[in-house]
């Protein structure tokens, strides 16, 4: 299964890159995570704030690979303790379709991906930096990943 983690932004701080990095790379190739950048529109004090979302919510829309099962990074989804996601990453694994996560930037998703979502998620009730975000998925996936495996990673 491959998990395409479809975000908003891109030129991030190394801190970043290196913290997504460094949990993508030790989740194994049947729960292989994959960043797709989505780079976010003009946001000048001129810009048409809804335009923009809807176009960036276009672009992670086609950036879907086809057959994935979408879910959407959402204040107002499904809170997971780490057990519960890592319950749901199992069911992801034998569902037998690879899975799209997708983060809006700053303004949140389109409408359109709202719509097309089949499940949503809510890291946290608290609104957090979306770069930051990258790295708790990837943090997250992998404690789940590791739960599943009975790694001594997950140590609660």
């Known amino acids: 299964m491959i998990i395409h983690l479809i975000t908003v932004g891109n030129k991030m701080p190394r801190w970043v890159q290196e913290g997504y990095q460094e949990y993508a790379k030790r989740l194994p190739p049947e729960c292989n995570l994959k960043l797709v950048e989505i780079a976010p529109g003009h946001r000048g ?58 983060v809006g930037g700053p303004e949140g998703l389109a409408e359109a991906c709202l719509e097309r979502a089949d499940g949503r998620w809510s890291l946290s009730a608290l609104t957090l930096p979306h770069p930051l975000v990258r790295v708790i998925i990837s943090e997250q996936l992998y404690r789940a990943w590791s739960l599943l495996q009975n790694h001594p990673y997950h140590r609660a």
């Open 45 to 102: 004090k001129s810009a048409d704030i809804r335009r923009t979302v809807k176009d960036e919510g276009e672009r992670m829309l086609k950036a879907i690979p086809k057959g994935c099962r979408v879910v959407v990074l959402d204040v107002i989804g499904k809170s997971w303790s780490t057990e519960q996601l890592s319950t749901q990453l199992g069911q992801w694994m034998n569902g037998g379709s690879d899975i799209a996560l997708l």
